[in-house]
């Protein structure tokens, strides 16, 4: 990140320019510490949701009697057996916590980047790697209650008997069953794959924006944005997801039966013995298919907001000096 002074603070902001764009950083670089706003992360959550739903189904199906042949089958048989609605069970729990965790992430990993100093591929890595293992207090049981309302009256239009009201309920049971050890199943795994997985998220989109070049004056700023963003959705996802794959099956344990599992090792052990190393491949290409537009939507829309904010601010300072020798002017 650029160290300013702070004597520096009053001055007006200088335009980026042929001249000095090319010691400048990205734009985005400037804003790392901003959170994407409500709106536009409750979007992302409409229109990744349904591919979520997808995962987690191929994911936790069993390999003896699948319900499911691949991604589209899986849509497919969703909509007819449960409605257009059955893609967006347990949607009210990341609706619940992402403002919680889009504050988390972005605040901790711009005051990770401040006290690492240096903006390098390496502390970009740390700074999103902690922000990853933070989040996970809310992540964990957000997923676990989604997890479980997604595989609740699966196939089923009209389930005879739910087990969960909705996702508050569903942690609230929980909770009165198994304590607080019950609401953090999966927490382990949760920690695996967020804390890598967001350090590659944010080093990958660095990196990219940089060799992009997405300066403010670029007049394809925005598919570039798009580009970078969308890739490093997908980067993070490819990076951890094996480790996604037990965590579903571990939250999903026991709905609607005994569980089958032990812990990580065991089910790893079982997933492997049945099902070969395509076990943790299960639902890529739905989880692939919704990182992209949501990572690239929410990436660029942040950065063109803050872009817009910040010009709109240098215009403001440029006012405020211009103030005192336009009064001394009226004298």
Known sequence: MIQTDPTEESKPAEPITQKNQSRSEPVEQKHRNHPVRPAERAAGVLVGHPFDTVKVRLQVQSVDKPLYRGTYHCFQSIVRQESMLGLYKGIGSPMMGLTFINAIVFGVQGNAMRMLGADTPLHQFLAGAAAGLIQCVICCP????????????????????KMYRNSLDCLIRIHRKEGVRGINRGMVTTVIRETPGFGVYFLTYDTLSRALGCDSDDGYIIPKLLLAGGMSGMASWISTYPVDVIKSRLQADGVGGANRYDGIVDCVRQSWRREGWRTFTRGLTSTLLRAFPVNATTFATVTLFLMYMREDADSMKDCEAMRPSLQHSSL
Not at 142 to 161: F, V
């Open 142 to 161: 957000m997923e676990l209650a989604k997890t479980r309302m997604q595989m609740q009256g699966t196939g089923e239009k009209c389930a005879s008997r």
